[in-house]
C-alpha cells in the first residue's frame, strides 16, 4: 500500500519534471544545491522516502518497491506520465527498480553513489534492531562520517553538524524500516531490463558504495555512461555540487525531445512563441526549426549557463549590434521574466563603454518604453 509523499516543487511547471531520491538518513534538502541550479530550466520534484522528513512512518518492514510504489503513486497525483528520476544511495536502489519494473516511467535514470546490492544483510538488519531499540542518534555522527571527504569535514564543521542534525530528525522507526528494505533489495538480475538512458557517478573515496560497485551496474545497463567525482564521498551531490549539477542537467538535456521549443518558451513565453508559430509560412517553416533546434536546443539549453545570465549577456550583445528588434522583444521578455530593472540599466551602463553610447542610448529608450507598457495601469480616479 503506497503512502502519500512529502515532497517540493520548484522550476517551470510546463518543463521536463525531474525528481530527486535522497539517501537513507537524509530528508529532501539535501538536493537544495541541485533543486536551485535545475529549477531554471527543470520542474524539480525533490521527494522525502516513507519514513523520513515529511513523510508518513507506516510501521516496518520496507521493501525498496514499496519506496518505488510511493514514488509512482506520487507520478500519478502529479499527472506526470514519466520521469527524469535522480536518486543517490537508498534513492538510486528505487530509481533502478522503477525503471526495470515500470521503464515507460522513466525518461532518464541518473544513479548516484549506490548499488544493485547491499550486501551483507545481517548489518543492515542489526543496525535496524540497533536503532529502534536506542535510537537513531547513537549513530549519526558515523552515518555523517561516510558522507564527506575528511578534508571538506575538516573544513567545514557547519556543513557537517547541519547535516547531523538532518539524521537525528529521521524518525527512528523509518530509518530502522528503510535498513530492512536495503537487506533485502537484490537488482542485479534487473539491471539488462533498465532501458532508460543512465548516468552513474561515483565518489572516488565513498567508502559505502565505492566506483568499483558502480562500475558493476554500469556493466549490467546497456550503453550507461559512467564518471568518478574526486574527491568525493558518499553524499557527493553536497560535496561536489557544481560537478554533478552540471552532469545531471547536460544528461537529461541530450535525452530531452522538444527541448529548444521548451526553453524559447521559458524564455521569451508562451503568448510570443505561439504568435510566432502561428504566423509561420512555408517560406518561414525552416528558419523558425532553424532557430528552435540551434539558438534554443543546442545553446540556451547548455548547462554551463543559468538563464538569467544568458539573458543579460543577450541583452549586452544585441544592445552591442545595435538590433533593436530583438532588443525590444529580450527586454521586454526579461521583465516579464523578474529581471529587475536597476540590472538593465547596469547592462545598457556597461555596453555603453565597452560598445558605444548611441547603441546604448537606444537600448534605454526601448526599456522606458517597455517599463512604460508592461507598467499596470491604474484608473483615473
Given at each position: 500500500?503506497?503512502?502519500?509523499?512529502?515532497?517540493?516543487?520548484?522550476?517551470?511547471?510546463?518543463?521536463?519534471?525531474?525528481?530527486?531520491?535522497?539517501?537513507?538518513?537524509?530528508?529532501?534538502?539535501?538536493?537544495?544545491?541541485?533543486?536551485?541550479?535545475?529549477?531554471?530550466?527543470?520542474?524539480?520534484?525533490?521527494?522525502?522516502?516513507?519514513?523520513?522528513?515529511?513523510?508518513?512512518?507506516?510501521?516496518?518492514?520496507?521493501?525498496?518497491?514499496?519506496?518505488?510504489?510511493?514514488?509512482?503513486?506520487?507520478?500519478?497525483?502529479?499527472?506526470?506520465?514519466?520521469?527524469?528520476?535522480?536518486?543517490?544511495?537508498?534513492?538510486?536502489?528505487?530509481?533502478?527498480?522503477?525503471?526495470?519494473?515500470?521503464?515507460?516511467?522513466?525518461?532518464?535514470?541518473?544513479?548516484?553513489?549506490?548499488?544493485?546490492?547491499?550486501?551483507?544483510?545481517?548489518?543492515?538488519?542489526?543496525?535496524?534492531?540497533?536503532?529502534?531499540?536506542?535510537?537513531?542518534?547513537?549513530?549519526?555522527?558515523?552515518?555523517?562520517?561516510?558522507?564527506?571527504?575528511?578534508?571538506?569535514?575538516?573544513?567545514?564543521?557547519?556543513?557537517?553538524?547541519?547535516?547531523?542534525?538532518?539524521?537525528?530528525?529521521?524518525?527512528?522507526?523509518?530509518?530502522?524500516?528503510?535498513?530492512?528494505?536495503?537487506?533485502?533489495?537484490d537488482g542485479r538480475a534487473d539491471l539488462a531490463r533498465i532501458v532508460a538512458p543512465t548516468l552513474l557517478?561515483?565518489?572516488?573515496?565513498?567508502?559505502?558504495?565505492?566506483?568499483?560497485?558502480?562500475?558493476?551496474?554500469?556493466?549490467?545497463?546497456?550503453?550507461?555512461?559512467?564518471?568518478?567525482?574526486?574527491?568525493?564521498?558518499?553524499?557527493?551531490?553536497?560535496?561536489?555540487?557544481?560537478?554533478?549539477?552540471?552532469?545531471?542537467?547536460a544528461h537529461i538535456l541530450s535525452h530531452t525531445s522538444h527541448t529548444g521549443e521548451t526553453v524559447r518558451?521559458?524564455?521569451?513565453?508562451?503568448?510570443?512563441?505561439?504568435?510566432?508559430?502561428?504566423?509561420?509560412?512555408?517560406?518561414?517553416?525552416?528558419?523558425?526549426?532553424?532557430?528552435?533546434?540551434?539558438?534554443?536546443?543546442?545553446?540556451?539549453?547548455?548547462?554551463?549557463?543559468?538563464?538569467?545570465?544568458?539573458?543579460?549577456?543577450?541583452?549586452?550583445?544585441?544592445?552591442?549590434?545595435?538590433?533593436?528588434?530583438?532588443?525590444?522583444?529580450?527586454?521586454?521578455?526579461?521583465?516579464?521574466?523578474?529581471?529587475?530593472?536597476?540590472?538593465?540599466?547596469?547592462?545598457?551602463?556597461?555596453?555603453?563603454?565597452?560598445?558605444?553610447?548611441?547603441?546604448?542610448?537606444?537600448?534605454?529608450?526601448?526599456?522606458?518604453?517597455?517599463?512604460?507598457?508592461?507598467?499596470?495601469?491604474?484608473?483615473?480616479?
Amino acid at each position: 500500500m503506497s503512502v502519500e509523499l512529502g515532497f517540493t516543487q520548484t522550476g517551470n511547471p510546463t518543463a521536463p519534471a525531474v525528481v530527486l531520491l535522497g539517501s537513507l538518513g537524509s530528508d529532501l534538502t539535501m538536493w537544495q544545491p541541485q533543486v536551485h541550479a535545475l529549477s531554471t530550466r527543470f520542474r524539480v520534484i525533490a521527494v522525502d522516502h516513507r519514513g523520513h522528513g515529511k513523510s508518513p512512518v507506516p510501521a516496518g518492514p520496507y521493501t525498496v518497491a514499496d519506496l518505488g510504489g510511493d514514488v509512482l503513486a506520487l507520478l500519478d497525483a502529479l499527472e506526470l506520465e514519466s520521469a527524469h528520476l535522480v536518486g543517490l544511495s537508498l534513492g538510486g536502489a528505487v530509481g533502478q527498480w522503477i525503471a526495470a519494473h515500470h521503464p515507460t516511467r522513466v525518461a532518464t535514470l541518473t544513479l548516484l553513489c549506490t548499488s544493485a546490492q547491499f550486501a551483507p544483510a545481517q548489518p543492515w538488519i542489526d543496525r535496524a534492531r540497533a536503532v529502534r531499540t536506542a535510537g537513531i542518534a547513537t549513530i549519526a555522527e558515523a552515518i555523517v562520517g561516510r558522507w564527506f571527504t575528511a578534508d571538506l569535514a575538516a573544513r567545514d564543521p557547519e556543513l557537517v553538524a547541519r547535516h547531523l542534525a538532518m539524521v537525528e530528525a529521521t524518525p527512528d522507526e523509518g530509518y530502522a524500516a528503510c535498513c530492512e528494505a536495503l537487506s533485502s533489495w537484490d537488482g542485479r538480475a534487473d539491471l539488462a531490463r533498465i532501458v532508460a538512458p543512465t548516468l552513474l557517478v561515483a565518489g572516488a573515496h565513498d567508502a559505502a558504495t565505492p566506483p568499483a560497485t558502480m562500475s558493476a551496474i554500469a556493466d549490467g545497463i546497456a550503453e550507461s555512461v559512467m564518471h568518478v567525482v574526486d574527491p568525493g564521498a558518499h553524499l557527493a551531490n553536497v560535496e561536489q555540487a557544481g560537478w554533478i549539477t552540471t552532469l545531471i542537467a547536460a544528461h537529461i538535456l541530450s535525452h530531452t525531445s522538444h527541448t529548444g521549443e521548451t526553453v524559447r518558451r521559458q524564455v521569451l513565453g508562451d503568448a510570443h512563441v505561439d504568435r510566432s508559430i502561428a504566423g509561420t509560412t512555408d517560406f518561414t517553416a525552416p528558419f523558425q526549426d532553424f532557430i528552435t533546434r540551434t539558438a534554443w536546443g543546442d545553446i540556451w539549453s547548455r548547462p554551463g549557463l543559468d538563464h538569467r545570465t544568458r539573458r543579460l549577456l543577450t541583452l549586452a550583445i544585441l544592445t552591442a549590434l545595435g538590433n533593436e528588434h530583438e532588443l525590444d522583444m529580450h527586454i521586454r521578455a526579461a521583465l516579464r521574466a523578474g529581471i529587475d530593472s536597476e540590472e538593465l540599466v547596469e547592462v545598457f551602463l556597461h555596453t555603453a563603454v565597452y560598445a558605444g553610447v548611441p547603441n546604448s542610448n537606444q537600448a534605454f529608450a526601448l526599456g522606458k518604453a517597455a517599463l512604460a507598457d508592461l507598467e499596470p495601469r491604474r484608473d483615473d480616479e
